[in-house]
């Protein structure tokens, strides 16, 4: 890999002082897609709040100039990816850079918080929901749209404790179109850990899948949004999953979605062929225990 070219991702995340030191997980499942497409991985650290615009009406020249490098960085990078996280700090930044992503046509994977801010962009952008946002962020309840909301079952009171952890199935409802299901070898189900307390508002899925967004993934009793996906003919790679695959990636045994994304980023016009590729392989039992 260290012979092969370059493959620049733009990694837009809030934790980025240290060195990536809270992103290792992810950084090593980035490593492994790399290598295995025989490309040399460049990670692009881009702090989420530089892509922050400053408030309407405001007038700051450093500001923007901070926002419009950030954008070339971005803009400059073959895929860009939005890891998870907590807290309402960088979360516009990292909606702006889904958004872009869906805009430039530019692969995009999101993990977990990475899913959720696709979800808050695409609602503001396509279905005209300006207001659109995460119960998480919105603590004095301005906004009338919560298209991310707490999990009912699990207490607003108790932090310790509280959380959807541990491996889960995931289901895919159309594994014959479904990219991400493409990626895991044609699966129609995968064992994925998980670890988050918010999740998508299912009030609002027709309203987004009548907008073309499609949610590919759900857990085992259809309530929860595990993945989503664009269609391949609209977009050549946007793909977000709210669990962590980046805990099952191993050397030589890289995560599907990881390396579906890398491969996208070094070839974008290549996605279904690499789609295919996997789908001849079949599905893995590191991800369909007990199914193959």
């Not at 995931?170 to 179109?177: R, S, T, Y």
């Not at 980046?246 to 390396?259: A, I, L, V």
């Amino acid at each position: 890999a260290e012979e092969g070219h370059e493959v620049v991702i733009a990694f837009v995340g809030k934790y980025n002082k240290g060195g990536g030191d809270a992103y290792q997980s992810v950084i090593a499942a980035l490593h492994h897609a790399a290598v295995a497409i025989q490309r040399k991985l460049k990670i692009e650290w881009i702090d989420a709040t530089d892509l922050e615009r400053p408030p309407a009406g405001t007038d700051d020249p450093e500001v923007a100039e901070r926002v419009m490098q950030a954008e070339a960085r971005l803009r400059s990078a073959h895929g860009i990816f939005v890891p998870g996280g907590f807290g309402d700090r960088g979360i516009e930044g990292k909606a702006r850079a889904a958004g872009l992503a869906r805009e430039w046509r530019k692969p995009y994977f999101g993990v977990c918080l990475g899913m959720q801010v696709a979800i808050i962009q695409f609602a503001r952008d396509v279905l005209g929901l300006p207001d659109a946002t995460s119960e998480e962020f919105d603590k004095d309840k301005r906004s009338k749209n919560h298209v991310i909301m707490y999990m009912p079952e699990i207490s607003k009171e108790t932090m310790g404790a509280n959380m959807r952890l541990g491996a889960r199935w995931v289901e895919f409802n159309d594994p014959a179109n479904s990219l991400g299901a493409g990626l895991y070898g044609g699966a129609d189900r995968i064992m994925e850990r998980h670890r988050h307390r918010y999740e998508f508002n299912v009030k609002y899925k027709e309203r987004f899948e009548a907008k073309g967004l499609i949610f590919s993934g759900q857990d085992e009793k259809k309530e929860r949004m595990d993945v989503i996906e664009l269609p391949t003919s609209e977009h050549p790679f946007y793909l977000a999953v709210q669990f962590h695959p980046e805990y099952k990636s191993r050397p030589g045994m890289p995560s599907p979605p990881f390396y579906g994304f890398v491969a996208a980023a070094s070839n974008p016009e290549g996605v279904p062929e690499i789609v295919a590729t996997c789908r001849r392989k079949g599905a893995n039992s590191h991800w369909t225990p007990l199914e193959v």
